[in-house]
Nanobody
C-alpha cells in the first residue's frame, strides 16, 4: 500500500514562498510514475501544478511554470513543492499524488493521493 502525506505551513503571507513536502511510504519515488502536485481552490475544481519523474525530470503547468519548483530527496523518499510570490489566489487544498505515466491532468482510480493540506495565503 502506497501512502502519501503532505506537510507544510497552513498559513503563508502574500509575496512569500510556499513550501510543501510529500512523504511517501510503501513505494519509492524513483519508480516509473508521475509524482504530482495538485491543488483545489475553495469552490473550484482540481488544478494540476506539476510533477517530478523517477528520472528527476520535471514538468509544470504553463500558468504556474514561472513560480513553481518541484524537487526531491530520494534518501528520505520525499518530494517538495515550492511556489514563489504567492497571493490569496493561491489559497487552496494542496495534494500530492502518485499517478501513472500519461495521467497528467486527470484523476484515475489507480492513483494514490495524500489526504491534502490546507494552505491559506493571507497577511
Amino acid at each position: 500500500q502506497v501512502l502519501l502525506q503532505e506537510s507544510g505551513p497552513g498559513l503563508v503571507k502574500p509575496s512569500q514562498t510556499l513550501s510543501l513536502t510529500c512523504t511517501v511510504s510503501g513505494g519509492s519515488i524513483t519508480t516509473n510514475y508521475l509524482w504530482t502536485w495538485i491543488r483545489q481552490p475553495p469552490g473550484k475544481g482540481l488544478e494540476w501544478i506539476g510533477y517530478i519523474l523517477y528520472t528527476g525530470g520535471t514538468y509544470y503547468t504553463p500558468s504556474l511554470k514561472s513560480r513553481a519548483s518541484i524537487s526531491r530527496d530520494t534518501s528520505k523518499n520525499q518530494f517538495t513543492l515550492q511556489l514563489s510570490s504567492v497571493t490569496p489566489e493561491d489559497t487552496a487544498m494542496y495534494f500530492c499524488a502518485r499517478q501513472m505515466i500519461g495521467s497528467w491532468g486527470m484523476r484515475r482510480t489507480d492513483d494514490y493521493w495524500g489526504q491534502g493540506t490546507q494552505v491559506i495565503v493571507s497577511s
